[in-house]
């Protein structure tokens, strides 16, 4: 038999040796059936999920419920995007000319002239809302205002319109409004009317802005709004006490149609102090489509965090986190250890060996977790620098218990007559005692995955882990100082915790399985 043929028939057989003790033992089935799920649900999940664990914020309300846990009723996150308006009213005082062209998703209009005008536009489009009123809302929109020649019906490049102009955005809920609701607050009864709102007002929102009009060219000005905001109640036309939250009290009830309105004024005279106006040139404006977004306060299958992301997402993403940075670590560390060992444990007796033996204890009772805490604050929040300080950190104990393997390994008949037959230091090591290490280095990857993660979840909590990497240690951290605890968000702070526990049983049931290969005392002759 060639040398290859018996080196591949040695390394098939450490391979199902090792397998075997898997297989055969019902904790290391288990443990490796467990090792398999996080591995398919970290390699294979990313790639199916629609979000990002980091980025994609607001699919749904605050700390939302699991789907499977909310009631039909519970509010889920809707879209949509209204416009195919309708001009509902126009009315004009004065010589003033008003032009309107209506497209159904964009309404242009041209008003010109001295005098006053007023136009509603409301969308035909509706929400047909079908759950129980939600917390919040997005509301957002883009309108342009830019100065014409009515004459030759030309646009001005100028920064300022000749007539004034104020432009006010609302939502109509049309089965809500005219009614009244009692609403409660600091003790005291408030009758407010519903189905109306104003979300956006220019100038009348500016703070500080006294004049009701102004006579700015906008281009695709956006308007933007996340409801309720509390400084908007008190610039109702009926002031609302800063506490009531008007999308769950106003806006919102089941089976209700809420629709999307504009209101333009046109003001122009020229003999007004304050608003001089010539009525030569005159303005358009156009108004495009409102998008809401109604966010649920049910979401997926983990709900969501505070700030409204999908923590299935981020439990996926850290299970990658956890298989890779896991393995990476422990291989390395396996690795600096099998090098040092087996130099070493090689060289007993000798200089070199009291030199790597002393160094290898120093490095052994150094701290890691304050270490990583430190090179955190030197060079960075970053992934690469917890993973050094662990991996340079962390391989003594692989080392020692390598170097005594080869210590007796090298004391084996095989290993003294191939140096009788004049074979060199490196062919013996690696053709004679690093194979027989294997079952002990595979041993010792498995058992060392765990302390990995669990150093990695540690330094996350207490705040000095990589902020734009997602795992387990980061939701554990976000939600024990963002409030899941005290929330009773149990969907947001119990997941990371059974991934943890459940990834680190398995790499345990596999270590049991494997210790009779690893200890030399219970290791069985194949």
Request: proline share 5%; charged share 15%.
């Amino acid at each position: 038999m060639s040398v290859k043929l018996r080196s591949f028939v040695s390394r098939f057989r450490t391979s199902s040796m090792i397998l075997n003790a898997l297989v055969r033992d019902k904790r290391g089935l288990t443990g490796l059936l467990i090792l398999i799920f996080y591995a398919l649900l970290g390699g294979v999940g990313p790639y199916f999920l629609p979000y990002d664990p980091i980025l994609s914020q607001n699919l749904a309300d605050a700390n939302a419920m699991p789907e499977w846990l909310a009631s039909p009723d519970i509010p889920r996150t809707m879209n949509i995007s209204l416009d195919n308006w309708t001009v509902t009213q126009v009315s004009k005082e004065g010589d003033v000319n008003i032009n309107i062209t209506n497209q159904g998703r964009i309404v242009i209009i041209k008003i010109w002239g001295k005098g006053a005008a007023n136009i509603s536009l409301l969308t035909n489009d509706y929400l047909y809302y079908t759950y129980q009123p939600a917390r919040s809302m997005r509301v957002s929109s883009v309108y342009s205002v830019v100065p014409i020649d009515p004459v030759n019906n030309t646009i001005l490049n100028v920064d300022k319109t000749d007539g004034w102009y104020s432009i006010s955005y609302y939502l109509y809920n049309q089965d809500l409004y005219g009614k009244n609701t009692t609403v409660v607050t600091g003790g005291v009864n408030y009758t407010l009317p519903m189905g109306l709102y104003i979300f956006y007002s220019d100038p009348g929102f500016r703070m500080g802005y006294i004049n009701p009009f102004i006579n700015e060219a906008a281009v695709n000005r956006s308007v933007d709004k996340r409801l309720p905001d509390y400084i908007l109640n008190i610039k109702q036309p009926t002031p609302i006490p800063e506490a009531v939250n008007s999308v769950r009290e106003l806006l919102l009830a089941k089976d209700t149609r809420l629709k999307a309105g504009v209101n333009i004024s046109y003001y122009c005279d020229p003999m007004s102090f304050l608003m001089k106006c010539e009525g030569k040139s005159g303005v358009m404006i156009i108004i495009r489509r409102v998008h809401i977004t109604i966010y649920g306060l049910a979401f997926g299958l983990l709900g969501t965090n505070d700030l409204g992301s999908d923590v299935f997402t981020q439990f996926v993403y850290g299970a990658r986190t956890a298989i890779i940075f896991g393995f990476s670590v422990a291989i390395a560390i396996v690795i600096m250890g099998l090098f040092v060992g087996v130099f070493a444990g090689y060289n007993v007796g000798k200089l070199s060996d009291y030199i790597t033996t002393f160094i290898t204890d120093v490095i052994y009772f150094l701290p890691t977790l304050p270490l990583i805490l430190a090179a955190g604050i030197v060079f960075g929040r970053s992934i690469v620098v917890i993973y050094l300080v662990i991996v340079l950190l962390s391989w003594p104990g692989t080392a020692r218990v390598i170097r005594s393997w080869t210590m007796a390994l090298k004391s084996e008949l095989y290993v003294e007559a191939a140096q009788a037959l004049g074979a060199g230091t490196g062919r013996i090591l690696i053709k004679h005692i690093i194979p027989q290490l294997v079952p002990y280095m595979v041993y010792a990857v498995v058992v060392g995955v765990p302390g990995a993660v669990f150093t990695e979840v540690a330094v996350q909590l207490l705040g000095f882990g990589d902020p734009t990497w997602p795992s387990w240690g980061r939701i554990l951290n976000e939600a024990y100082y963002r409030g899941a605890i005290s929330g009773g968000v149990w969907w947001w702070i119990l997941p990371p915790i059974f991934g943890i526990v459940t990834l680190a049983l398995g790499f345990a049931l596999m270590g049991l399985a494997l210790d009779e290969i690893a200890n030399p005392r219970l290791r069985r002759r194949m």
